[in-house]
Antibody, heavy 119, light 107 residues
């Protein structure tokens, strides 16, 4: 069974750094792109970027490039989303999702990680 | 970026009703479109891809159509479990944008 399990909710202060994770199981992790999607409180979905764990090839939404970093460690089947310096506006739920093979849609999703940034 | 506009943004319908949601793209995207359903507090779930191909396990009352700039998601007979917010996503060019969502309420 394909599963993506994300790390627990986080409460951080502005200016702090943060790294959240997404662990895949039930499939060959290195052979499928993993994407990240942001959902701000009460809002819609925003595609942030995507990484191929096999070789760490990464594509970013220009709106998020420089604000976050996407990485992956295929040896432990885990993808990451990292912020060097959080802002209050980063408060959101962040989902990881697996991109279907040879396509662009997301066929499996993690449960989401709520990140709250507040002083 | 390719913009996707969904309409309506909210709809309330009764069990058994036929429901149609529209997604319009700011430029042609062929049939490179997916639909997702999101229930409150849950992750989105893939319903349809390539505009009209039903994802495995999705009930056949869901159907999709369209190409180019106009697409529709239809629920032929609305069921109580179909409440939630529906999103379209274009799959043509990065960034892969989503529509603003259509919230479906069961009367």
């Amino acid at each position: 069974e394909v599963q993506l399990v994300q790390s627990a909710a986080e409460v951080q202060k502005p200016g702090e750094s943060l790294k959240i994770s997404c662990k895949g199981s039930g499939y060959s992790f290195g052979n499928y792109w993993i994407g990240w999607v942001r959902q701000m409180p009460g809002k819609g979905l925003e595609w942030m970027g995507i990484i191929y764990p096999g070789d760490s090839d990464t594509r970013y939404n220009p709106s998020f490039k420089g604000q976050v970093a996407i990485s992956a460690d295929k040896s432990i089947s885990t993808a990451y989303l990292q912020w060097p310096s959080l802002k209050a506006s980063d408060t959101a739920i962040y989902y990881c999702a697996r991109r279907a093979i040879s396509s662009e849609w997301f066929d499996f999703w993690g449960q989401g990680t709520l990140v709250t940034v507040s002083s | 970026d390719i913009q996707l506009t969904q309409s309506p943004s909210f709809l309330s319908a009764s069990v058994g009703d036929r429901v149609t949601i529209t997604c319009r793209a700011s430029q042609g995207i062929s049939s490179h479109l997916a639909w997702y359903q999101q229930k409150p507090g849950k992750a989105p779930n893939l319903l349809m891809y390539a505009a009209s191909t039903l994802q495995s396990g999705v009930p056949s009352r869901f159907s999709g159509s369209g190409s180019g700039t106009e697409f529709t998601l239809t629920i032929s007979s609305l069921q109580p479990e179909d409440f939630g917010t529906y999103y379209c996503q274009q799959l043509t060019s990065y960034p892969l944008t989503f529509g603003g969502g259509t919230k479906v309420e069961i009367k």
